[in-house]
């Protein structure tokens, strides 16, 4: 990409910008991967995201579908390019044709993140409680693992098939005469009545004997040539050869050292487990201790935010709770209402708006100030911040997407967190029986 700058009124920053025909490409098909991914599409083998769109969505034409988010992910390839961190993201003023396969000219109006003062660059000071790792859930791990490895025997009592028994059945299934192999089998474990199954199969099979056959049709799902649902009837024939019981395996040494030869026994597995959750939680526990140290730098902030600024940051933050609202269950109306209304919710918005913009802007000041140095161990956590579960991911997707600068801010106040926590005053909380005798 080619881009020139200049300075206009204002403080403000014009960018004029040319995005080769490859950039325009880069942009379409990571708006195209995002709405695949949106969409609850998985990548395939030897298929592009347009084929695998229009095959199980039936959606032609995906550049119309995606161009305004393409558009969207131009901008901070040039921002990137000159190495500007902007107040807000500015949208891209197109002066040719957006489309894949061709050279897209663009201006960019930006305005630079200012550089905010502090009242005081002294170490800060604050409440908060020592690391101590919970390893309650150890037990419960173990047993979950004992869980994944059980197996099915013979039941002690052989009865007709009730509903929850599991038993080892055969199948031989067809329809229109066309054995269904993902189905038919000589033994598998199957729970009865637990709508694995279609209920005709079930109430079929409830009542069976151990040893009895049984010939039946029931319906079953399927899908037309071009993905609408259907149903089918299946003919099968089904033999009850046993009621089985599970058995959950005793984790002891002689296990651990049969299904997990990597750990010396019982002990060191449940060391590993320990070791695995208490570097979690002390993860967990840094990145609350740097939130707090930050909190505690944000009364020594001075200088006012533009507007355009809060108007982002708060549909950010909005857009965040609506999805994390929407993957809970709860209809927003039921969230605002939990929240003493929506007039309450706005404003609790609004302060954590001014909160996480006036955080950013006084560690910018402390790095800054203190002349502070990135290092990978900052950029790798800035990332777990933004993905704790794939943060190799997130760096790549950032580096990627031409937004080094968004990885490189995020990585300097993760530094900048840091440093205010190890020159902290850090006072912990004082227990409750020491408050009542006071």
């Known amino acids: 990409m080619k881009v020139t700058q200049k300075k206009i009124d204002g403080g403000k920053i014009l960018l004029d910008c040319v995005a080769s025909e490859e950039d325009v490409a880069k942009a379409f098909y990571t708006a195209s991967v995002e709405f695949a991914n949106q969409m609850g599409l998985r990548p395939q083998r030897n298929v592009t995201v347009e084929q695998a769109v229009k095959e199980q969505l039936g959606i032609t034409d995906l550049d119309s579908m995606v161009q305004g988010r393409a558009l969207e992910l131009i901008a901070p390839m040039a921002l990137d390019k000159k190495d500007i961190i902007p107040l807000f993201p500015p949208k891209p003023m197109g002066t040719t044709e957006?489309?894949?396969?061709?050279?897209?000219?663009?201006?960019?109006?930006?305005t630079p993140k200012p550089q905010y003062e502090l009242t005081s660059y002294e170490p800060v000071e604050f409440t908060f409680r020592p690391f101590k790792a919970d390893l309650s859930g150890v037990d419960q791990q173990i047993a979950q693992m004992a869980e994944q490895y059980t197996s099915f025997e013979t039941a002690d009592?052989?009865?007709?098939v009730r509903s929850g028994d599991t038993c080892l059945i055969a199948i031989e299934a067809s329809c229109d005469g066309v054995p269904l192999k993902g189905l038919n089998t000589d033994g598998r474990p199957y729970v009865a009545d637990a709508g694995y199954m279609p209920p005709q199969f079930d109430a079929a099979v409830l009542g069976m004997m151990p040893g009895e056959t049984k010939t039946f049709t029931f319906e079953a799902p399927d899908w037309d040539p071009e993905h609408g649902e259907r149903v089918q009837i299946v003919d099968a024939t089904v033999t009850v050869k046993e009621i089985q019981q599970e058995v959950v395996p005793e984790i002891n040494d002689e296990w651990?050292?049969?299904?997990?030869?990597?750990?010396?026994?019982?002990d060191d597995l449940r060391a590993s487990i320990e070791k695995q959750m208490t570097d979690a939680q002390?993860?967990?526990?840094?990145?609350?201790?740097?939130?707090a140290a930050a909190g505690a730098l944000t009364s020594r902030f001075k200088g006012s935010i533009a507007d355009e600024a809060y108007e982002v940051t708060s549909k950010m933050i909005q857009d965040r709770i609506r999805q994390q609202v929407a993957a809970s269950g709860m209809t927003w109306e039921q969230f605002e209402q939990e929240n003493g209304g929506a007039q309450q919710l706005n404003m609790l918005m609004m302060l954590e708006t001014r909160q996480q913009l006036v955080m950013g802007f006084c560690?910018?000041?402390?790095y800054r100030k203190k002349k502070l140095v990135v290092t990978e161990e900052d950029i790798m956590d800035a990332c777990k911040n933004m993905n704790p579960q794939y943060p190799t991911q997130a760096r790549k997707e950032l580096e990627e997407t031409g937004r080094n600068f968004v990885l490189r801010e995020a990585a300097e106040r993760v530094c900048a967190a840091k440093y205010l926590v190890k020159h902290a005053i850090i006072h912990e909380p004082v227990k409750?029986?020491?408050e009542a005798a006071e």
């Open 98 to 110: 957006f489309k894949r396969g061709k050279k897209f000219a663009f201006t960019l109006n930006v």
């Open 256 to 266: 651990v050292k049969s299904y997990m030869p990597m750990y010396r026994g019982v």
């Open 157 to 160: 009592e052989q009865h007709e």
């Open 432 to 434: 409750e029986n020491q």
């Open 282 to 291: 002390r993860e967990q526990y840094d990145a609350a201790l740097r939130n």
């Open 363 to 366: 560690l910018d000041a402390i």
